[in-house]
């Protein structure tokens, strides 16, 4: 497995533990507490800020750690080297999981002109995210494995 | 697009210049051993510089690197709707 592939499964890996984590945590441990708040505009605010401050930290963090691991591992190797190939699989994963963001955050909108509660919209907008971020890595490792035709 | 309208010979090319690794012609190139592996399977058409370095790493002309098969490019010609 070459070292952009080991990336973006350490990508991968990094945001369903970290987004899911965060999400179990507000949900699942301290579901007494948050449930009830679910319809106020001003929970779904606190949460995804939160959330976003704490992935981005946490994401830090973990890369700090992995760039070491890598770096003594590929010892005769530039971690940060993106030939144009990686750059092409790069851009194309990104525009897949910018399509997939997109379709969610119109979704999100249909509960809202349903007249849906407003967390429908809330959950539709985190799944898209979600889901977006997972696609662009899964896309990444496709590519590596299937290659790209121009 | 057809699959393999590009055809290359590096595999052959490298046997003939003492078993070159791949890892030795992606650092001739410029590219990573990966990339190397995606072009020799036609997985990966290189761009037009990276197709000259690796013939200037052969010391051949890059026709005899790639080949093209115009017959198997299905590609859909460009019609002018002015004319």
Known sequence: MSIQEKKAVFNLITTIVFMGGYIFYTFGIHGDESLPRINEIQFWGEFMLVMMGVTIVLKIAAHILFSIVMTSRHKDEDLEFMDDYDKQIEMRSDRNSNYIFIIGFIS???????GKPVYYMFITLLAGGFISGIVSDL???????????? | MSKDHIQNNIRTLRFFKDEMTQQALADEVGVTRQTIVAIEKMKYP???EIAFRIANVFGVPITEVFSYDAEADNFKKRTNKRC
Do not use: V
């Open chain 1, 108 to 114: 999100s909108m249909i509960p809202i002109a349903m």
């Open chain 1, 139 to 150: 896309f990444k490792l496709r590519y590596y494995k299937k290659g790209i035709k121009l």
């Open chain 2, 46 to 48: 290189p761009t037009l």
